[in-house]
T-cell receptor, first 114, second 114 residues
Framework: GNSVTQMEGPVTLSEEAFLTINCTYTATGYPSLFWYVQYPGEGLQLLLKATKADDKGSNKGFEATYRKETTSFHLEKGSVQVSDSAVYFCALLYSGGGADGLTFGKGTHLIIQP | SAVISQKPSRDICQRGTSLTIQCQVDSQVTMMFWYRQQPGQSLTLIAT?????????ESGFVIDKFPISRPNLTFSTLTVSNMSPEDSSIYLC???????????FGPGTRLTVT
């Protein structure tokens, strides 16, 4: 079946540090890949997505590239801010002809210290 | 995107009782999804609800425990039946757009079973 593996947290960084959160997946076929973010006290929000190999999704300074050869979709940001503190979820969607829900990783809690 | 509301936002229930969670969307959508997020865990898909047909349940979830209704294109309910403390979770609904692969999530219902 489909699965998503992402690095365990919490990940603690200082402000302006470089961020990488690793995400790898297992899926049949060619899924769409997503990063969702859950800020403290808020609902789950779509951060970025990529729908095919070599696509790069980007939003709010975050980027992730769909790497089919390594089945990865790592999240990166060049300079994090305190406001980026949140839980980040990597997810995939494989539409095998019908409507499918998302398969999520376990989430990575990111803490940015001033 | 879509504006999604859920009722109730939270509840504390006694074991053996049932709770019905409502999900309302501000526009017509094809598919609605129900997820569970257990404490400290990732999101797990419970079922997919298409208007006018029976919901499709994921492995480990059954209709007797989690009956779902989808009476129209903007509304769905999830009932958690005969609750036990293990059902304490956040329950979220999400929607996608016809032909789209992005899902948008409601704010969630935090359920505590005592």
């Amino acid at each position: 079946g489909n699965s998503v593996t992402q690095m365990e947290g919490p990940v603690t960084l200082s402000e302006e540090a470089f961020l990488t959160i690793n995400c790898t997946y297992t899926a049949t076929g060619y899924p769409s890949l997503f990063w969702y973010v859950q800020y403290p006290g808020e609902g789950l929000q779509l951060l970025l997505k990529a729908t095919k190999a070599d696509d790069k999704g980007s939003n709010k300074g975050f980027e992730a590239t769909y790497r089919k050869e390594t089945t990865s979709f790592h999240l990166e940001k060049g300079s994090v801010q305190v406001s980026d503190s949140a839980v980040y979820f990597c997810a995939l969607l494989y539409s095998g002809g019908g409507a499918d829900g998302l398969t999520f990783g376990k989430g990575t809690h990111l803490i940015i210290q001033p | 995107s879509a504006v999604i509301s859920q009722k109730p936002s939270r509840d504390i229930c006694q074991r053996g009782t049932s709770l019905t969670i409502q999900c309302q969307v501000d526009s017509q959508v094809t598919m609605m999804f129900w997820y569970r997020q257990q404490p400290g865990q990732s999101l797990t898909l419970i079922a997919t609800a298409n208007q006018g047909s029976e919901a499709t349940y994921e492995s480990g979830f059954v209709i007797d425990k989690f009956p779902i209704s989808r009476p129209n294109l903007t509304f769905s309910t999830l009932t958690v039946s005969n609750m036990s403390p293990e059902d304490s979770s956040i329950y979220l609904c999400s929607v996608d757009r016809a032909g789209g692969d992005e899902q948008y999530f409601g704010p969630g219902t935090r359920l505590t079973v005592t």
